[in-house]
């Protein structure tokens, strides 16, 4: 299969995948804006196969209808325990679909939102934005257990697939990493990286999974200097549990919330 990345106004990315067996066949995954991909479908004479949906948020959504509306119909594939309505086929964790002649297993990826899902192949993980590249998203008006443990359940995925996640975020999110895991030669490594390719406006999605799983923190919290740092962090709390996940997340999700609020981590990029 071919996956193309089509950039937004904001910091999203729509993923556009092609079929090798059928060359005029696309499927496009959380649209949030139309403009990007009504062009690309009409520049490359392209029929849309269906569209991908992870969950309801409006930068994932907001280009359905005029894509449907001038592309044609096609099946809008998600859980239907969402609220959005335009969903047309459901799916289940565990319901295998066929996606440019390749089978995506559907994985359920609570913690964003509550009916929040994953597409994988073995070769490409289209994960919304539960992960990030570096980073991971927020557990938006639920418990942080749930986002602990889709996370994990990504982590054990094959490790040479690629991960195609719902923004553009590496930037800050490997700062916070090489502050919460100062020893880590990986996230040294991967933020000098980071920061070439962000001054040369070259995306830093996708990324190996085997990457992420050496330097995204919050593919790393219970891993034992990280986590120890956790601990340390949270000591004066009685019940703060150490062999809790959740815990675990929430801490280190509450870290990075209160840098973010500085601008710290995305600082230095002109250096």
């Not at 325990?81 to 359920?108: C, M, N, T, W, Y």
């Not at 509550?114 to 539960?130: M, N, Q, R, T």
């Not at 749930?146 to 975020?169: F, Q, T």
């Not at 219970?222 to 809790?244: G, M, R």
Request: aromatic letters at 10%.
């Amino acid at each position: 299969m071919e996956i193309v990345g089509l950039p937004t106004d904001y910091d999203n990315y729509i993923w556009v995948i092609r079929s090798k067996a059928d060359a005029k066949l696309a499927w496009v995954v959380d649209p949030g804006e139309s403009h990007r991909v009504i062009p690309y479908f009409q520049e490359h004479n392209l029929t849309l196969a269906g569209i991908l949906l992870t969950h309801h948020h409006y930068d994932h959504t907001d280009g359905i209808v005029d894509i449907l509306a001038t592309l044609g119909n096609a099946p809008v594939i998600s859980n239907q325990r969402g609220p959005f309505k335009l969903v047309s086929q459901h799916v289940e964790a565990g319901e295998v679909i066929s996606i440019a002649d390749h089978d995506f297993e559907i994985l359920a990826t609570p913690g964003h939102t509550h009916e929040h899902i994953a597409f994988y192949h073995p070769e490409a993980l289209f994960c919304g934005d539960v992960l990030f590249t570096a980073g991971c998203g927020k557990a938006w008006h639920q418990s942080a257990k749930p986002m602990a443990e889709s996370l994990i359940k990504l982590r054990n995925l094959d490790e040479n697939c690629w991960v195609y996640c719902g923004h553009e975020y590496t930037y800050g999110n490997i700062n916070f990493a090489a502050i919460a895991e100062p020893n880590n030669p990986d996230i040294l490594a991967r933020q000098a990286e980071v920061k070439r390719k962000t001054q040369q406006g070259i995306p830093c999605v996708p990324e190996r999974l085997s990457i992420e799983k050496k330097t995204n923190p919050f593919l790393r919290f219970d891993q034992t200097e990280l986590k120890q740092t956790l601990l340390n962090q949270n000591k004066i709390f009685e019940n703060f549990k150490a062999d809790d996940n959740g815990n675990l997340y929430a801490s280190l999700r509450a870290w990075k919330d209160s840098l973010d609020q500085t601008g710290c981590l995305e600082a230095g990029l002109n250096d």
